[in-house]
């Protein structure tokens, strides 16, 4: 770990990315100084229930570019997050605020701090998606 800095882990599924997905992965850096972003892979997008548009190695080359984000790893499965807290020595485990309350993240206390981030207001991939289909 970087002298004085904190590591940060967080998780989505970042498709067709757009300013709210930007703006939490800044947030979500300036908490510790050192960001991970686990990256859904296509497979765990079926899982969730979610047709990404770019590919899984699209959205984490699209990710790693970003100034923000040191480092990008596949999200593969619900039940990896305490093996990668553990593994990456991380300090803080951020998400946005639609995952609050989630069973997902309601064992890992004592693993690492967990923050919640208040979302953009108006925008999210199923918005521009739906926007695009209708011609808007
Ligand atoms: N996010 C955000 N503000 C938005 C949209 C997303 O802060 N307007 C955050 C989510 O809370 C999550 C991360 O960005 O922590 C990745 O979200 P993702 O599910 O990939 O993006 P969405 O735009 O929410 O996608 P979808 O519409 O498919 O659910």
């Known amino acids: 770990m970087r002298e004085g800095k904190r590591r940060v882990l967080t998780y989505g599924t970042f498709d067709l990315l757009h300013v709210g997905h930007v ?3 800044e ?3 300036a908490l510790g100084g050192e960001l991970i972003v686990g990256v859904s892979t296509d497979d765990f997008n079926v899982i969730k229930g ?3 548009q770019y ?3 699209e959205r984490a080359e699209i990710v790693a570019a970003l100034r923000c984000v040191d480092e990008v790893i ?3 499965r619900w039940d990896q997050k ?3 807290i553990r593994r990456l020595n991380i300090d803080l485990l951020v998400m946005g ?3 609050e309350g989630s069973a997902h993240f309601a064992d890992l206390d004592g693993l690492c701090e967990l923050v919640f981030l208040p979302r ?3 925008i999210s991939t199923t918005s521009i998606k739906d926007d695009l289909s209708k011609g808007a």
Do not use: M, N, Q, V
């Open 120 to 122: 953009t207001e108006g």
């Open 97 to 99: 605020s639609d995952w």
């Open 82 to 84: 305490a093996d990668d």
């Open 23 to 25: 703006r939490l992965l």
């Open 27 to 29: 947030r979500a850096a």
């Open 74 to 76: 596949a999200e593969e």
């Open 50 to 52: 979610k047709r990404a």
């Open 55 to 57: 590919s899984y190695g």
